[in-house]
């Protein structure tokens, strides 16, 4: 069992995977489970963490990189050199809170676009780490967040699909170049 070299913070001129964007077919497809977590999974773990970081990130979900597993990365405090990122491979949410909050939202996948999203304050997430053991945490508040929002990507979900407001979302999404068909409004 080899362990993961977290990459420092730094960001690279040329990250090693592309982000792909809001219209993009492969954003939509549920992703699959990990069946072992083994090198290669350490190694996708690393260069996400890299592509997370060069992109001024602090979450990414492999869909955006056109992977197809359920496998999330997360840094909510990105600048701070002691703090681990987290590496969640096959994510469940076990539990959320019943207490709700707004926060505004952005994604690697939908640049310039920032919206407020209500979700569940506390959530407690079962993963397997990028050892293959199998962790349970719980997190709230912008952990809790990031985790949700990125947990969403395993199920084809973004962010701007549970935007409430559609005035502000169709006028932020069109000043960005971004067709407001490419959302799929969660009921």
Request: net charge positive; aromatic share 4%.
């Amino acid at each position: 069992m080899t362990a993961l070299i977290i990459p420092d913070k730094t960001k690279l001129d040329k990250p090693p995977l592309e982000i792909h964007y809001l219209g993009d077919r492969v954003l939509r497809s549920p992703a699959k489970r990990i069946a072992k977590v083994d090198d290669k999974v350490r190694q996708l773990a690393r260069e996400m963490l890299q592509t997370m970081y060069s992109s001024d990130g602090i979450g990414l979900a492999a869909p955006q990189v056109a992977v197809n597993k359920q496998m999330l990365v997360v840094d909510s405090d990105p600048e701070n050199a002691t703090n681990p990122p987290l590496i969640l491979i096959n994510p469940q949410i076990k539990s959320a809170s019943k207490e709700l909050c707004d926060a505004q939202e952005g994604c690697l996948s939908i640049p310039g676009v920032y919206l407020d999203v209500t979700r569940p304050k506390v959530v407690e997430v079962a993963f397997k780490d990028e050892t293959g053991r199998p962790r349970r945490i719980k997190a709230k508040g912008l952990l809790a967040r990031v985790i949700q929002h990125e947990m969403d990507h395993l199920n084809g979900v973004l962010f701007v699909d549970r935007v409430k407001n559609d005035l502000m979302l169709t006028d932020e999404l069109t000043k960005h170049n971004f067709s407001v068909k490419a959302v799929k409004p969660i009921a």
